[in-house]
């Protein structure tokens, strides 16, 4: 290898010649068979696992035609360049046990399972139909040549039409005489060789009467058959090649025949390019129909078994059906369709694939000259970039689907310097290209090229592979694909590639092979796009992304940085769609799809008639509106005088910007007054990047410096941009055409010349070429206006002049046009408000929702004796992020401190200016002196916005213990941010004794169970007596009901003194004083704390818990029942003390305080006391051996509350059947005492009384 140390170019790694010849690649079939040619044939061609499947189905379909003796067919089909005729060549010689085809090791196996046809012998011919008249010419001309060459000695077939014959040879015969004539014709038969009858040894003569029977139309046909041989080799040999044909179906019998004649046991006909000769009939629709018809005779017969059984196999670059149109008419068109279906169902298709292309062309293409060679080029396949971005496409790994499986590394070892990618390419568009132009002549032009040119570490550009794909010279067969390859070669020529050069400042005639690399690598591109429009199909190519785009030519692009390659190529792309609108690709995205439309339509022309929609104030208006959307700015918020106001978000807080578009020179355009800002806004005044013929941005600048002159400091900045170029401004105006025309009614009336087709596609174009004229320009303003390079500003002319005395602003910078006046705007209140707090993110607005949770994080802190609340993460962050910044409180990692250390800072400010505005601090302060007192100084440095204000006004009235008033009436809740008026007023809040405070605080925990905060402040004040007011109400009812249940017992049981029922009229008295109207929060502190009562805080506090318990237990129990141990209780005679101390230990329990005593439970107890002792009153009966009888009815007993027992018998036996009996006794027995209680008891009595 040459260039040592340097890396090895492509010719040094492979076999590379000087040029292509027209012929590499191409086999023509009829040469390819012969001895020479078919041995280099063999030596070269490649048996992938494919191929030997397709060779044993051929195998396959020959033997099953020499079993069943029937004639059958095949299609071998693939695209340009799959084999085709390569395969044919390969199967001839296998038929005919050719010892190279033999040795071939991949169709040994296949040869051995087809056993049989090494016993047969096999008529073998090759058939080329290009330039044929009819199928039978093709045909039988070829046969008659083809079968003279093999045996010249034996007389051919009759394969034309013999009326024509025997028309001529009446007129010989009339002409020389029968004698003559018979005697010539007789001569010819006996010579060798001279009929099939004598070479078989059968002699016979002609005469006369012979003769006339053999013409006649009811002759015997072999008879015929020999006469039309006799006469064809006596007189008329010209007849067996150019006379009319015999049909089809007649001449295939006539060839079967003849080859059996031979010696032959089948015929195979091998027919190259037939569907392709079709294929350029298609405008002749009736010759098409008419030939298409045929080709099913090469399978059915009228005629039955043939002599031999013919097996055809026909080259098929494409079905036929794929190529009709529906121009024919209807009759015509739904025949060759049937015939074209009939076919499919009787022809046997052998695929002959594109995925043989890596095997074959690794073997023909890539093979490496020497072990050196190889070894470079496995090193040089290593280094390669793996990024899987890169790697994925080059391994044609996108797009992948059950389909399109991809490759992997050892495919594209395989193959490299060509990718995975770039191979299925070229598979892929083979239907596409002709026979001259098959992939593998690609590969081999495109190694050629580079073969100085490229070392073997550059992977082979997919846009290389263009020129010899798109810009060859013969047109495709199919119509519409030739139209398609027109369009991109017009595309390409006269639209792309002079833009490309032009952009680049190369000459036009500058080939491509001479291009710089960076321009090279430009038109690779731009190639491979158009190699997309033509095949959108190519998985590859499908959906081309610009990642994509320049991986397919990895190497083409320099990266500035590292993996910058696809940025790039986004750039260059939006670049041509400014200039050629057929490459469209939108904005906004990294890595967009890219498209290429290919279309022939003149929209052109619907440009130049729309030319008059071109005026000055059309381009003012699209400047200030392209100028409002790079700003993100809504033109829509526009005032009577032209300022278009905008809210942003700075530091936090929501602050006006306000735009001024016009002719800064011209104060038609731009009064003084809008060159002044409004108090607390910044102005942006912008002037054109235009004027007229004469004015530049001197003028504007001279106009600026009189008004500063003039006027006092406003925050207003003005925009002054150099001017567009005329080319530019040629641009602009065909963008406002475009806009104009694309925007309303007007296409109608400019594309009116269009066809209904071709607007759409007119349309489509326009719209990709006024996006790309609105992108150049987004990068353009940016230019003019001094954000972006490639602008020159003179020193005393600088962009931007600002009209304030305090701001003075750097020149802009910033990715957009909305991020540098972003940076301006944040300049500008910066110097206007430099001690602003810097809530943080700066773009996100504090808002009033935020400020109000902040200020109840600070009462809850102001609430707690160390002026500290626990926080969850996210409300630390939100506190965090204001009272921080404010200099208001701190937040550690777990809470929020919030003392007089904190506030110390805004304390002595509000304190300070309070007094320089003659307030005493200790008085009322009103709020809107607060704020202003917050605000001041000789200028405004903070610019707070209200709701900031509001929140430091209301922390200082909690760390001041102010409590809030509104005219002059103290307001119960403390405001929200929202809630706080400047009319309202802060006041210093009474507070009780701290020792009355914390008796209170502690006595209510006791009552209630719910203390308050034992740090005394306003707030807690507040909180305190807030809840303790509703918690009193509801304890006072309770009590009542109390004093109501515990008042009925005392009269039932003349419970005289008791301590319960005192301190329960005690706690109505004090919760009724409680609740008087005029008892403020101090006075509710002092009743609470200072009130004398009959019992103690525990005593109280369960007094006030079971309250409700002890009125529901009272009220639920029949009392009515207590009245016989009552009275049993109250007897002197006989004595019951039993009833005596039931009784007096439910006086006891109902005296005692519910702390020592729970009455509820007492009840329970003395009810359970109750129910024992009735018990043991009642009499006991005796008991008897047996109950043989109901119990008669006894009188009345005496009951033991005083009573008489009533006794109902009833027989045991009998008790279901009369229990009705029973109730209804009972009943009756009760019904006679209506006014007492009852209880029923069931004694059992034995009958034989034991």
């Not at 794909?469 to 595309?491: H, K, M, N, W, Y």
């Not at 321009?519 to 190519?541: F, H, Q």
């Not at 602009?732 to 925007?743: K, Q, S």
């Amino acid at each position: 290898m040459s260039h040592v140390g340097a890396v090895p170019r492509l010719r040094d790694i492979f076999e590379i010649p000087e040029s292509a010849g027209t012929d590499d690649y191409v086999l023509r079939l009829s040469e390819s068979v012969e001895a020479d040619q078919l041995a280099a044939t063999l030596d070269t061609y490649v048996v992938t696992p494919e191929l030997a499947r397709a060779f044993d189905q051929a195998l396959s379909l020959v033997a099953e035609a020499q079993r069943s003796g029937e004639n059958r067919a095949a299609f071998i089909e693939g695209s340009f360049g799959s084999g085709k005729s390569h395969f044919m060549a390969v199967l001839h010689a296998l038929l005919g046990r050719h010892p190279k085809a033999r040795a071939i090791a991949e169709l040994q196996p296949v040869l051995s399972r087809h056993p049989e046809l090494d016993s047969n012998r096999l008529l073998r011919l090759t058939f080329h139909f290009l330039d044929s008249r009819t199928v039978e010419s093709a045909l039988f001309s070829q046969y008659l040549e083809q079968v003279t060459a093999l045996h010249p000695e034996a007389p051919p077939p009759v394969l034309h039409s013999a009326r024509g014959l025997f028309d001529d040879a009446a007129g010989m015969r009339t002409l020389l005489g029968d004698a003559k004539f018979f005697e010539c014709l007789n001569a010819a038969v006996a010579q060798p060789g001279g009929s099939i009858w004598s070479r078989l040894g059968v002699t016979s003569s002609w005469t006369a009467q012979r003769y006339d029977a053999a013409v006649a139309p009811q002759a015997d046909p072999a008879e015929r058959t020999l006469l039309q041989q006799a006469l064809t080799g006596a007189y008329y040999q010209s007849y067996s090649r150019n006379s009319d044909w015999l049909s089809l179906e007649d001449g295939l019998a006539a060839i079967a025949e003849h080859a059996k004649s031979l010696g032959y046991d089948g015929v195979v006909l091998l027919l190259d390019e037939l569907v392709l000769w079709l294929t350029f009939l298609i405008t002749e629709r009736e010759r098409l129909n008419a030939e298409v018809q045929k080709i099913t005779k090469l399978v059915e017969s009228s005629r039955g078994r043939l002599a031999v059984p013919i097996t055809s196999f026909v080259a098929r670059q494409h079905d036929l059906r794929r190529w009709l149109d529906r121009s024919g008419l209807g009759a015509e068109q739904d025949s060759l369709e049937r015939a074209l279906q009939h076919q499919s169902g009787r022809f046997a298709t052998i695929p002959l694939g594109e995925e043989n292309l890596p095997a074959v062309a690794h073997r023909r293409l890539l093979q490496p000259r020497n072990p050196a060679a190889a070894a470079a080029l496995e090193a040089a396949f290593g280094r390669l970039d793996r990024n899987p971005r890169v790697w994925e496409v080059l391994r044609n790994n996108i797009n992948v689907d059950e389909d399109h499986r991809g490759s992997d590394t050892a495919a594209f070892r395989l193959t490299y310097p060509f990718s995975p990618a770039l191979i299925d390419t070229l598979k892929s568009l083979a239907g596409l290209m002709q026979r001259e132009r098959t992939a593998l002549k690609v590969m081999q032009k495109m190694l050629i090229d580079g073969a100085d040119r490229l070392t073997i570490d550059h992977v082979m550009p997919v846009g290389d592979a263009f020129d010899d794909i798109v810009t060859g010279t013969s047109p495709s067969s199919d119509p519409r694909v030739a139209e398609r390859f027109r369009q991109a070669r017009d595309l390409w020529t006269t639209k792309l590639r002079p833009f490309i050069l032009s952009s680049n400042n190369i000459s036009a005639d500058t080939a491509d092979a001479d291009l710089p690399p960076g321009t090279a690598g430009e038109v690779r591109l731009a190639k491979t796009l158009i190699l997309a429009a033509l095949a959108p199909n190519v998985p590859a190519l499908s959906a081309i992304t610009a990642s994509r785009l320049a991986a397919l030519n990895h190497g083409s692009i320099r990266e500035v940085l590292p993996g910058d390659a696809a940025s790039q190529a986004v750039r260059k792309v939006r670049d041509w769609r400014a200039r050629v609108p057929e490459v469209r690709v939108p904005d906004g995205q990294a890595d967009p799809l890219i498209t290429v439309t290919l279309a022939d339509v003149d929209y052109q022309g619907v440009l130049d008639r729309a030319r008059n929609e071109d005026t000055e104030g059309r381009r003012r208006d699209l400047v200030r509106e392209m100028l409002f959307e790079e700003l993100r700015v809504d033109a829509e918020n526009r005032a009577l005088d032209g300022v278009v106001s905008d809210t942003v978000i700075w530091r936090g807080t929501k602050r006006e910007v306000e735009y001024v578009f016009g002719n800064i020179r011209d104060r038609s355009y731009v009064p003084d007054d809008a060159l002044r800002a409004r108090p607390g806004t910044v102005r942006m005044v912008l002037d054109y990047p235009f004027d007229a013929p004469g004015q530049g941005a001197r003028e504007d600048h001279i106009r600026l410096e009189r008004y500063r002159g003039d006027h006092d400091s406003t925050l207003t900045l003005a925009w002054v941009p150099t001017f567009f170029t005329a080319e530019e401004n040629e641009e602009l105006g065909r963008l406002v055409i475009l806009n104009t025309l694309l925007r309303n009614e007007k296409w109608a009336v400019h594309a009116a010349d269009l066809s209904e087709y071709e607007r759409p596609q007119a349309r489509a174009i326009l719209e990709g070429q006024q996006s790309g004229l609105r992108s150049q320009f987004s990068s353009r303003l940016m230019q003019v206006y001094g954000i972006a390079g490639g602008r020159t500003f003179l020193e005393e002319e600088p962009p931007l002049v600002s009209l304030s005395d305090t701001f003075r602003p750097q020149r802009p910078v910033g990715a957009t046009f909305a991020d540098a006046a972003a940076r301006l705007i944040d300049q500008a209140f910066t110097a206007v408000y430099p001690d602003h707090p810097e809530f943080s993110p700066p773009g996100q607005l504090v808002t009033d929702r935020e400020l109000t949770q902040v200020l109840s994080f600070l009462r809850r802190a102001d609430a707690d004796a160390d002026g500290r609340v626990v926080l969850e993460r996210h409300d630390r962050d939100t506190a965090r992020r204001i009272v921080q910044p404010l200099g208001l409180a701190k937040v550690n990692e777990t809470h929020l401190i919030f003392t007089s250390t904190e506030f110390a800072t805004w304390d002595s400010r509000i304190s300070q200016a309070l007094s320089a505005a003659g307030y005493d601090a200790t008085g009322s302060v009103p709020v809107e002196v607060l704020r202003s007192a917050i605000s001041s100084g000789p200028a405004d440095r903070r610019g707070l916005s209200d709701g900031v204000r509001d929140l430091i006004v209301a922390a200082w009235a909690l760390r001041q213990r102010r409590a809030w008033y509104q005219f002059g009436t103290p307001i119960p809740d403390p405001p929200t941010i929202r809630d706080i008026r400047g009319e309202m007023e802060l006041r210093c809040e009474p507070l009780p004794e701290s020792r009355l405070w914390g008796q209170a605080v502690e006595r209510f925990g006791h009552w209630f169970g719910q203390g308050g905060n034992e740090h005394l402040t306003a707030s807690n004040l507040a909180v305190f007596v807030d809840h303790g007011r509703p918690a009193v109400a509801t304890a006072a009812a309770e009590q009542r009901a109390l004093v109501h249940r515990l008042e009925e017992l005392d009269q039932a049981f003349d419970v005289g003194t008791s301590a319960r029922i005192d301190l329960a009229r005690a706690l109505v008295d004090l919760f009724e004083r409680l609740q008087r109207p005029g008892v403020d929060r101090v006075a509710f502190v002092a009743l609470l704390a200072e009130a004398v009562l009959p019992g103690t805080d525990q005593e109280i506090g369960r007094s006030l818990s079971s309250a409700q318990q002890v009125v529901d237990a009272i009220a639920a129990y029949p009392w009515a029942r207590f009245a016989s141990v009552r009275q049993a209780a109250e007897a002197s005679e006989p004595l019951d003390t039993t009833a005596r101390a039931i009784v007096q230990q439910l006086r006891t329990s109902i005296r005692d305080h519910e702390y020592v005593t729970p009455l509820a439970r007492a009840i329970t107890v003395a009810a359970d006391e109750r129910d024992r002792w009735l018990e043991g009153q009642r009499p006991v009966a005796p008991v008897t051996s047996a109950l043989t009888a109901p119990m008669a009815a006894a009188s009345p007993a005496p009951s033991p509350s005083g009573g008489t027992w009533q006794r109902v018998g009833v027989d045991v036996e009998n008790a279901g059947a009369r229990e009705a009996d029973v109730r209804a006794r009972i009943v009756a027995a009760l019904a006679a005492f209506p006014h007492l209680d009852f209880e029923v008891m069931v004694v059992a009595q034995p009958r034989d009384g034991t």
